[in-house]
């Protein structure tokens, strides 16, 4: 089993490293990089010129810690991403799927985003 998950965390690592070869962000269009577990989600909004983080959200925080790892609870996070986004006027954005499948949670993460305006 623990052998199993090796090999499933190494592949998902090296699909990782191969995409972030290709994806940076800049000012006018920043990275929106997912991480998802089996409890928790969170995404980041990444400045890679600057090193910085704009903006992010994770089911960690105090007010958003009812959010499940869903479906569901990734479209939430997703929309909440985008309403800060918005807030900070970034319009557009790269996506960073991280080496995940785009697939079920991540995929509605990425939906949610959309739904609020931001493109990418």
Not at 2 to 30: A, F, N, Q, W
Not at 38 to 47: A, G, H, P, T, Y
Not at 52 to 72: F, M, N, P
């Amino acid at each position: 089993m623990l052998r199993k998950m090796l090999e499933k965390d190494k592949k998902r690592l090296s699909r990782k490293v191969h995409i972030r070869k290709r994806l940076t962000g800049t000012p006018e269009r920043p990275r929106m990089t997912v991480t998802r577990s089996n409890k928790n989600l969170s995404i980041q909004v990444i400045d890679d010129t600057k090193g910085r983080t704009l903006v992010s959200v994770s089911t960690l925080e105090k007010e958003l810690r009812e959010i499940k790892a869903t479906v569901a609870g990734g479209a939430q996070l997703g929309e909440i991403i985008g309403k800060r986004l918005l807030e900070k006027d970034v319009k557009t954005v790269v996506f960073d799927r991280n080496g995940y499948l785009y697939h079920g949670v991540v995929k509605a993460m990425a939906d949610g985003a959309r739904k609020t305006g931001i493109q990418f």
